[in-house]
């Protein structure tokens, strides 16, 4: 498809457990962006890769968290160990530029993860 | 935390009126800032942008105000719509920084 896809959509998983989250930007977007987003509430920074440059990680909550991204390709955001506060639908967004331009920031539909 | 993990404001208006939201930024040399809409079980979707170099932009049944001395953004919807019914972000970014997303706000369309 044209957009950002992201997968799974839905992701149930006991506590403890690890899980891989996968994001595939539109082709061509050099910046990657990861977003957590819990039940009814605002959008949390998690970390930002931009072409070859080092990955602004500042916003990931603890080490438990972790993220890659090969070139400009497909990004897997991995959540070792899950709590139950990790509950809450992931967010990916890609863009052509380096320099923010909302009308070029495109969001996948994200990934709703529940532990349990 | 960059954004506020709080329970969402809201906002209720008549079909027809007009509806203000507002968002608060934190970093006062944040150079570029956007609205975004997000419908239930979707990713945001753009609205309207603006930079530290204006203080107002208009779009299409939109006007965004920008504050630069309190740091305070405004979305203006003219003659809302049911359709507009949604929660409304703002964000903001430093020149080639990450987005920081601020309060959402929950608005509500009464028919």
């Known amino acids: 498809g044209a957009g950002v896809s992201q997968s799974p959509s839905n992701k149930v998983t006991e506590k403890g457990k690890d899980v891989e989250l996968r994001c595939d930007p539109i082709?061509?977007?050099?910046?990657l962006y990861w977003y957590r987003q819990r039940l009814g509430q605002g959008l949390e920074f998690l970390i930002y890769?931009?072409?070859?440059?080092?990955?602004?990680k500042s916003g990931l909550p603890s080490d438990r968290f972790s993220a890659e991204r090969t070139g400009e390709s497909v990004s897997t955001l991995t959540i070792q160990r899950t709590q139950q506060e990790d509950s809450a639908v992931y967010l990916c967004a890609s863009s052509p530029h380096a320099i923010p331009s909302g009308n070029t920031i495109y969001f996948g539909e994200g990934s709703w993860l529940t532990v349990v | 935390g960059e954004s506020v993990g709080l329970h969402l404001p809201t906002l209720s208006v008549q079909e027809g009126d007009n509806s203000i939201i507002n968002c608060a930024y934190s970093n006062s040399a944040s150079d570029y800032f956007i609205w975004y809409k997000q419908e239930s079980g979707k990713g945001p979707q753009f609205i309207i942008d603006?930079?530290?170099?204006?203080d107002k932009r208009q779009g299409q049944r939109v006007t965004v105000l920008l504050n630069k001395t309190v740091k305070h953004l405004s979305l203006q919807i003219a003659a809302t719509q049911p359709g507009d019914s949604a929660v409304y972000f703002c964000?903001?970014?430093?020149?080639?920084?990450?987005?920081?997303f601020g309060q959402g706000t929950r608005l509500t369309i009464n028919p």
């Open positions: 603006i930079r530290s170099n204006m």
């Open positions: 964000a903001e970014a430093q020149g080639a920084q990450k987005l920081v």
């Open positions: 890769f931009q072409g070859n440059s080092a990955p602004d």
């Open positions: 082709s061509g977007h050099t910046a």
